[in-house]
């Protein structure tokens, strides 16, 4: 998710002005195994900086957990509500992250390239050495904690990226993420009628023609969770409580359509999915942040958050979440997602 200045106006009150295009990752070297682009996989070398208000950011949270890389790669978490100087350590004692040492996710932009111009956005993965950013793709960064990861991953680790499904994934992903995952943006933040009016209706066309091909298989693609499901989960997750109001999607809510509700309940209680979700964050980046969009920056108090831990059932559709492997183990007491941004407990 892109700091206010990608928006080309004004900070925060810029979301809204002019119409909306994703601003490609300007950083976009890889940490690799064999380490071609001088970023060798090693365990606590880098550190991870994201937002858990921001989907592309909450792809990684999901990946790092499945594939139980929290002890080899570290966590720095933002405050959800960012200003115009960027996402902020305000969370951490002191207003400093205590790993990087710095107040803004910008200075290790800087430290990378002096004077960078772009805007910082999640996730960002930085080495921890030189305090320098490596990279701000989030289209490849799970794809690597997927596969160039692999030595450092946990012992049970699912495979989220089959070599012998990836066309398939790919191709699902590459629709999901541009009427979808994207789709929102395009129309939460369109400056004209017609503009919005297409992005909602390539919303809409993409969620039933997903949720007709989830109606007699539990997960996107083969019979076990994938990139692919983590990618559509991040945008259904934050659909009725952002995007059907704050972005205009409103056709219907996610809990109106009986199969992706019933999809995204399942992979919420599934580990590594609902414990990285922090639905306060979530609404007051949102609603506090867009000031284009929502002049007061009122935080609704709903939608209510009961239903998220009720049965799902998706189970009877056979299925197995992890393939050969196994559930990832307890959420860390320091990166449990505080009460106010859960479900209440049954």
């Known amino acids: 998710m892109n700091h206010p200045s990608d928006s080309g106006d004004d900070g925060n009150s810029g979301y809204g002005r002019k119409p909306f295009k994703r601003s490609r990752s300007h950083f976009a070297d890889r940490v690799t195994a064999d380490g071609r682009d001088g970023w060798p996989v090693e365990a606590g070398r880098y550190r991870l900086v994201a937002s858990r208000a921001c989907p592309w950011a909450s792809r990684a949270l999901v990946s790092r957990r499945l594939l139980g890389l929290e002890d080899a790669l570290s966590l720095g978490i933002t405050d959800p509500v960012q200003d115009d100087r960027s996402w902020r350590f305000t969370l951490d004692p002191g207003g400093r992250d205590p790993v990087l040492g710095i107040r803004f996710l910008s200075e290790a932009y800087d430290a990378r390239e002096a004077g960078y111009p772009g805007g910082v956005s999640v996730p960002a993965i930085v080495d921890v050495p030189s305090g320098q950013l490596v990279t701000n793709d989030f289209q490849q960064i799970t794809l690597d904690l997927a596969t160039e990861w692999s030595g450092l991953h946990r012992p049970g ?61 539990r997960y996107l693609v083969g019979n076990t969770i994938t990139e692919a499901d983590i990618r559509f989960f991040t945008t259904l997750v934050r659909f009725d409580a952002v995007y059907h109001g704050h972005f205009k999607c409103n056709r219907s809510k996610l809990t109106e359509d009986p199969v992706l509700w019933a999809y995204t309940r399942d992979l919420y209680q599934t580990p590594g999915f609902g414990d990285t979700v922090d639905f306060d964050h979530i609404k007051r980046h949102y609603y506090g942040v867009h000031r284009g969009i929502n002049p007061t920056g009122i935080v609704p108090l709903g939608p209510d958050l009961s239903g998220w831990l009720t049965p799902h059932y998706r189970e009877e559709l056979g299925g197995r979440p992890f393939g050969d492997g196994t559930p990832p183990g307890p959420v860390a007491a320091a990166e449990e997602v505080p009460p106010a941004g859960r479900p209440p407990e049954h």
């Open 157 to 217: 680790a699912p495979d989220l990226y089959p070599e012998r499904l990836r066309g398939e994934i790919d191709e699902v992903m590459e629709g999901i993420y541009r009427d979808v995952n994207n789709g929102v943006y395009r129309a939460g933040f369109a400056a004209e009628q017609g503009e919005y009016e297409d992005a909602y209706r390539d919303v809409f066309r993409r969620l039933d023609l997903v949720s007709e091909r989830l109606t007699g298989q």
